[in-house]
T-cell receptor, first 120, second 114 residues
């Protein structure tokens, strides 16, 4: 089974509207972290938001919020008031504590991404 | 937030040439990573390091090699470039803060091998 599933290859949203990008994950590890990254056409990966498996509240960072539904194993990214500069690929990723090796490395698995286009 | 740099940003090179992709970070992070990403696809880990003189292979087999002689520097080398190496290469570093350990990425190097 895929560790991280992003079912929307592409999304369109009207400028100033809110948009939700879906992410579901698969793990039996009670301790894990979920991340969202933005990748503009220029190629760099920009960290947006983090949610820990033990966090009681949904993470928020400015216009970004993470709708964390632990029982459903979903971690959807919500972007409020979309801007033209939000057009990019968005990747969901997960780190599992159980993958930690002797060097302290914990494996991070990335989804296949969702391409968001904001329409003026 | 990490300051992490990669050079060159773009590289077009002929088959058989030796290339080194540079990556450096100024935050003193112990862990560093190299990912390979084809256009519009997910990232695949090819190398990582959890400190000076430590390097490990990632999930995706790669003909490239890495070294970690200094904390801030994690170069990737291809001894003989081939068209199949054409891809984007992203370098990252991370530091653990409590439960959270976030990877911060450099701008990437887009490699085209002719």
């Amino acid at each position: 089974a895929q560790k991280i599933t992003q079912t929307q290859p592409g999304m369109f949203v009207q400028e100033k509207e809110a948009v939700t990008l879906d992410c579901t994950y698969d793990t039996s590890d009670p301790s894990y972290g979920l991340f969202w990254y933005k990748q503009p056409s220029s190629g760099e990966m920009i960290f947006l938001i983090y949610q820990g498996s033990y966090d009681q509240q949904n993470a928020t960072e400015g216009r970004y919020s993470l709708n964390f539904q632990k029982a459903r194993k979903s971690a959807n990214l919500v972007i409020s008031a979309s801007q033209l500069g939000d057009s990019a690929m968005y990747f969901c990723a997960m780190r599992e504590a159980s993958t930690k090796n002797s060097g302290g490395y914990q494996k991070v698995t990335f989804g296949t991404g969702t391409k968001l286009q904001v329409i003026p | 937030e990490a300051d992490i740099y990669q050079t060159p940003r773009y590289l077009v090179i002929g088959t058989g040439k030796k290339i080194t992709l540079e990556c450096s970070q100024t935050m003193g992070h112990d862990k560093m990573y190299w990912y390979q990403q084809d256009p519009g696809m997910e990232l695949h880990l090819i190398h990582y390091s959890y400190g000076v003189n430590s390097t490990e292979k990632g999930d995706l087999s790669s003909e490239s090699t890495v070294s970690r002689i200094r904390t801030e520097h994690f170069p990737l080398t291809l001894e003989s470039a081939r068209p199949s190496h054409t891809s984007q290469y992203l370098c990252a570093s991370s530091e653990r803060q409590g439960w959270q350990e976030t990877q911060y990425f450099g701008p990437g190097t887009r490699l085209l091998v002719l």
